[in-house]
């Protein structure tokens, strides 16, 4: 398949395979499902959520943990993790593609991103937000590495792969009807839920 960023290509690819062997241990579930009870108490009326970049569906499954009945969807770019994600999380809606190129065909009461953007090209930033915005009903969640202004930073050796900045400032900018509810830093050395220094922002309409 022919991409339209050099990103999208790296992720759909040999380094987007080997990713999910670094970043899928069971272990990370506890984690991840700390953070979304969290923010689930600051939108407990979530009943559908559509994740733009899913991987291997550890955030969907700690939905569907938390939120019985909830409806589903996903994107995913590469190949394998959404194999998998589709086997771990049943009933949701996957599909492989870009998310800049697919809309996943749903307007839900969330939709959200973790630690994706940062992967994105930086010029395509704005599509996304508007996917984001369009595609929620109530609440938008944006969960990357922040940094007031935009940086580029080194990637397991690969330079314009891995991006901070303030994603969730940008997007209410765009989107001035969304509003901050809350947000919240997960730091790598947690003792009891860590994750790799994410910090996220909800939003609402």
Request: proline share 5%; charged share 25%; net charge negative.
């Amino acid at each position: 398949m022919t991409y339209t960023t050099p990103q999208e290509t790296f992720w759909a690819g040999e380094f987007g395979d080997h990713y999910i062997g670094r970043n899928g241990a069971a272990s990370r579930l506890d984690s991840v499902r700390a953070l979304f009870r969290r923010i689930l108490e600051k939108a407990p009326d979530v009943r559908s959520a559509v994740e733009f970049g899913c991987n291997i569906g550890l955030n969907l499954t700690a939905l569907a943990e938390l939120v019985p009945d909830v409806e589903l969807h996903a994107i995913e770019i590469n190949a394998k993790a959404a194999e998998i994600a589709r086997n771990r999380v049943s009933g949701a809606r996957i599909q492989t593609g870009s998310i800049l190129d697919l809309e996943p065909g749903c307007v839900c009461d969330l939709a959200f991103t973790q630690g994706v953007m940062i992967h994105l090209a930086p010029s395509m930033l704005p599509a996304v937000y508007a996917k984001l915005a369009r595609t929620s009903r109530r609440y938008v969640l944006i969960s990357e590495y922040y940094n007031p202004t935009p940086t580029a930073v080194d990637y397991r050796g690969h330079s314009e792969r891995l991006f901070k900045r303030d994603f969730a400032g940008e997007f209410m900018e765009a989107h001035p009807e969304f509003t901050l509810v809350d947000y919240g830093f997960v730091y790598r050395r947690d003792p009891i839920a860590p994750l790799d220094d994410i910090t996220w922002f909800l939003l609402s309409r």
